[in-house]
């Protein structure tokens, strides 16, 4: 039974990986498919024998594995490793073993415990790309078979989106390039990871260099970590220690520099020295190229003045190099330290937190501050430099506790960045086991209001009261009576669609609309269409009579006449803020009337904007109308791409989707590149603005369907689009070549390293559509191989002169002129084989002369070796007075 088991799940995992990938998440890779290399179906069976090894339970059957982080052998007995600690999946006792040995779900290796039955087929079924939605089971599994998983997925950036911090953990440990994928990653899900990563800085600043510089032009919070920390502790301790592991990282030498600095001069009190350390962190890789340079050549006997003079002759090239001149000096420039009077001196407490991230994030976790006042916790948090990044890098949980000791939660939730509130808005809600947490966990208009007001862009509007010494005029909807409370419920806001129809019904109080806040409001147009004929205001504003006697209010309505009478004050139930959302709620209803006006579809696109420029709420009204009235609305803006491309990206979505389907959009149903750049770039891109995302761009399928040169224009359009070259693989640049339609006017401007990748390697892909490489010759892109061969050989040597003659790209006088030109060319020719000297002889313009001007014994072997040549060179050399009258003087004695 269970070999016929094995069997059937041989079977799935090779299933699982097909010679030409399926779609799953990011489609974009699907159509281009056969740019990838297919895997090997041997290579997928043995692959799927050694997962079930490493990840199921077997009957006390016991094998080796490799220690994740050490490398060295381990023993692995019934499902438990002994080191590295043990993943969730190994943490069954002996007795839960012996007494489920064996399982009723299909699969008798998997305990139901763990993972149930349909999981189990998923992941069978689909392995090695698992859908997303289950991405946070490989926690509960193997370190070796998350690493398989990631390694082997079409679209593992989809994978590492849906990762809590628990499935993160483990991908960091176990997945040796997972940094590597996240680099690929947008900067979304950059960003996304790393505030589920604890201590942001301290994992970024152990990457490579190279993933440093993508991730940080992705992700520009991380900037924070590159700013220059200075221990009080050690004063020539500039740097943190992963700070400092990143600066060698990138200056192998730099101890060589350190040295020679001295050591009273290199501290956070000299301004020099912090400039030199901030410039040190965030230096280009050209400049670090160059001063590394300088270093290596630096050794026990040079001297500072000789360092000096290097310094001085690259300093064109070495942003810096006038302050590491200077540290070289000893120069000190004091930075002054003021006390304001009225402010107190550091307690030594204070003083033992550094300032930064991590000192932060210490601080306010610290036991010590669970004694002191929220109040006084609140002020101490917030006079330190990076208290909203300290909070932003916490985990959930102590993100929960923080709130807790704050005292004034909406405060201190309402300066948080967005990003940051959002994330605590769908998470804090869930933690469990924060002493006092439970009060703070409801996040509405109640509780944090401040927050709430940032988070939606708009706050809930209050009640006014009105004293009754000063007459006033009351404004009131007449499709409901008069109404004097204080307050309004949120439920409008909070409620679904038909709960609010039923709220908002005439019968009701309609002012409950005009208290949503607007992004509650903006959702409840579309439904209050039939409502708001009724929700007129009075033509005729009633008023308010003052007397002697209490006063007394007339309320003038449609509806029965309400007299209210109070000893003191009159509390109104409307107020301009309330009055105001109803007009913006006319304005959008109007705003939508008007464009769907059947005679304006005849206008001049002049008289549509001129006309669409006047109205305020044109992007609300849009939204509310259905997909067959957008079908109808979207042509009439001159510029539709633009409009849409400001819409927010799920209405961006329904509108591809549906309005392909009506006819009075057929003109557009293609939704293409060219009609809708900015618009698809948000919808599938966002910004393309770095590196890594103008690479994305160039691959993307949204330009699949253009002509070459229209492919070539969007691509120049983009700032980075040779940096983004550069960056790709063989295959992706033979993509892209093949994309062009003029690339040898393209190649030719970019670096000479990725010339030189470019004419050694493209020949040699296979397999890439729309690209033939034979033909990437000389012949086919002469503007190229001229820029490469000249580049290869500029350096004036005897092989790069020959190289350079036995070169088919250049002919006739250029080649002549070019060739005489060069130091050693005579030398060269010399050294080279007869048939070598065949075809530098059909190059140039001139045989006879070029021949001539040889040695004689250069010139007697050619003529002694012609005979052996093939018949086709032969033809070319008729030794007489007539084709060669020089050469034959010269070799008679006569010249």
């Known amino acids: 039974m269970s070999f016929l088991i094995f069997i059937l799940l041989l079977f799935s995992s090779i299933r699982g990986f097909p010679a030409r990938p399926f779609p799953n998440g990011n489609e974009s890779d699907h159509d281009r498919s056969q740019v990838r290399i297919s895997m090997d179906v041997n290579l997928a069976a043995a692959n799927m024998i050694e997962m079930m090894q490493r990840l199921y339970q077997t009957s ?13 052998r381990l023993l692995k007995q019934d499902g438990i490793f002994t080191k590295p600690p043990m993943v969730p999946s190994a943490m069954n006792n002996n ?43 490989l926690s509960q599994l193997d370190g070796d078979f998350a690493e398989y998983i990631l390694t082997n997925a079409i679209n593992p950036i989809d994978i590492i989106r849906e990762m809590n911090e628990k499935t993160l953990k483990l991908a960091i440990i176990y997945v040796p390039v997972f940094s590597r994928l996240l680099a690929q990653a947008d900067a979304e899900t950059i960003h996304s990871t790393f505030y589920k990563i604890p201590r942001p800085c301290e994992y970024l600043l152990s990457l490579d260099a190279d993933i440093i510089y993508i991730i940080k032009n992705q992700y520009t919070w991380l900037d924070i970590c590159f700013t220059a920390i200075f221990a009080k502790t050690n004063p020539r301790a500039i740097f943190t220690d992963y700070q400092l592991v990143y600066i060698n990282k990138k200056i192998p030498n730099f101890k060589v520099l350190m040295d020679r600095i001295p050591a009273d001069k290199w501290n956070a009190k000299n301004k020099i020295a912090v400039a030199a350390a901030h410039m040190l962190l965030v230096m280009p890789d050209y400049d670090i190229r160059v001063l590394n340079e300088v270093l290596d050549v630096v050794t026990s006997t040079t001297s500072n003045q000789e360092l000096k003079k290097m310094l001085v002759k690259r300093g064109a090239e070495l942003q810096g190099a006038f302050l590491l001149n200077l540290l070289l000096d000893g120069a000190e420039q004091r930075i002054e330290e003021i006390v304001p009077e009225d402010t107190t001196p550091p307690t030594e407490e204070s003083e033992e937190y550094e300032e930064s991230i991590e000192g932060t994030i210490k601080f306010m976790l610290s036991p010590k501050k669970r004694t002191i006042p929220q109040y006084e916790y609140y002020e101490s948090v917030k006079k330190r430099k990076h208290w909203k990044e300290a909070f932003a890098s916490m985990t959930y949980t102590e993100m929960a506790y923080v709130i807790t000791r704050v005292g004034d939660a909406d405060d201190f939730m309402s300066q948080m960045p967005i990003s940051v509130i959002e994330r605590c808005v769908k998470n804090l809600p869930k933690v469990e086991g924060v002493n006092g947490f439970d009060e703070y966990k409801t996040f509405d208009n109640i509780k944090y209001p401040k927050t709430m007001e940032k988070l939606y862009g708009a706050t809930t509007t209050t009640t006014s009261t009105t004293a009754t010494s000063t007459p006033a005029t009351t404004t009131t909807l007449t499709s409901a009576p008069a109404t004097s409370t204080s307050t309004v419920p949120e439920a409008t806001e909070t409620s679904n669609l038909p709960a609010a129809t039923t709220t908002l019904a005439p019968e009701t109080n309609a002012t409950t609309l005009a208290l949503s806040t607007t992004s509650a409001t903006s959702k409840l147009v579309t439904i209050t269409t039939s409502v708001l004929p009724t929700t007129t205001l009075a033509s005729t504003p009633p008023t308010t009579t003052t007397t002697s ?38 304005s959008i209803e109007e705003t939508k009337k008007f464009l769907l006006r059947p005679d304006i579809q005849s206008w001049r696109f002049h008289q549509l904007d001129a006309a669409i420029s006047k109205l305020k709420y044109v992007k609300e009204a849009v939204m509310t109308m259905t997909y067959e009235e957008l079908a109808r609305v979207l042509p009439l803006f001159s510029d539709m791409d633009d409009f849409l491309s400001k819409m927010p990206v799920d209405f961006i979505k329904g509108c591809i989707a549906n309005l392909p389907k009506y006819e009075k959009f057929a003109h557009y149903r293609d939704f293409s590149y060219m009609r809708f750049p900015k618009t698809l770039e948000k919808v599938y891109l966002g910004p393309v603005n770095t590196i890594e995302a103008t690479k994305r761009f160039m691959l993307h399928d949204i330009l699949k369907k253009l002509h070459n040169y229209q492919y070539e224009r969007s691509v120049f359009n983009k700032k980075y689009h040779k940096e983004a070259f550069a960056s790709m693989t063989n295959e992706e640049m033979a993509y892209v070549v093949g994309r062009l339609s003029n690339p040898d006017y393209f190649l030719p401007k970019l670096p000479f390293n990725v010339i030189k990748r470019c004419v050694e390697n493209l020949p040699k892909v296979k397999n890439v559509e729309g690209f033939d490489p034979r033909q990437f010759t000389h012949i086919n892109f002469q503007n190229t191989f001229r820029h490469y061969i000249l580049e290869k050989t500029k350096e004036e040597t005897l092989e790069n002169t020959k190289e350079l003659m036995l070169s088919p790209v250049f ?38 002369q070029f021949l001539s001007e040889m040695p004689i014994d250069v010139i007697r072997r050619f003529v002694r070796n012609l005979p052996k040549l093939n018949e086709d060179l032969r033809g070319y050399f008729r030794f007489n007075h007539y084709s060669f009258p020089k050469t034959l003087r010269k070799l008679q004695g006569k010249s």
Not at 828 to 848: I, N, W
């Open 811 to 848: 002919r006739g006088m250029e080649y002549e002129n070019m060739v005489r030109k060069r130091l050693h060319w005579k030398e060269a020719f010399a050294s080279m084989k007869c048939e070598q000297m065949a075809m530098v002889l059909l190059r140039v313009a001139y045989r006879d």
């Open 549 to 586: 006697t209490p006063p007394t209010t007339t309320t003038t309505s449609t509806l029965p006449t309400t007299t209210t009478s109070t000893p003191a004050t009159t509390t109104t139930a409307s107020s301009t803020s309330t009055v105001a959302s109803i007009e913006k709620l006319k």
């Open 95 to 137: 007795e839960e073993m012996k007494s489920s040995s064996r399982h009723d779900n299909g699969h008798e290796y998997i305990n139901p415990a763990v993972i149930d039955r349909n999981t189990v087929d998923v992941i069978f079924e689909t392995m090695p790309n698992i859908p997303p939605e289950i991405t946070n089971v």
């Open 60 to 72: 006390g059957v016991a094998f080796t594995a490799n220690d994740a982080q050490t490398g060295s």
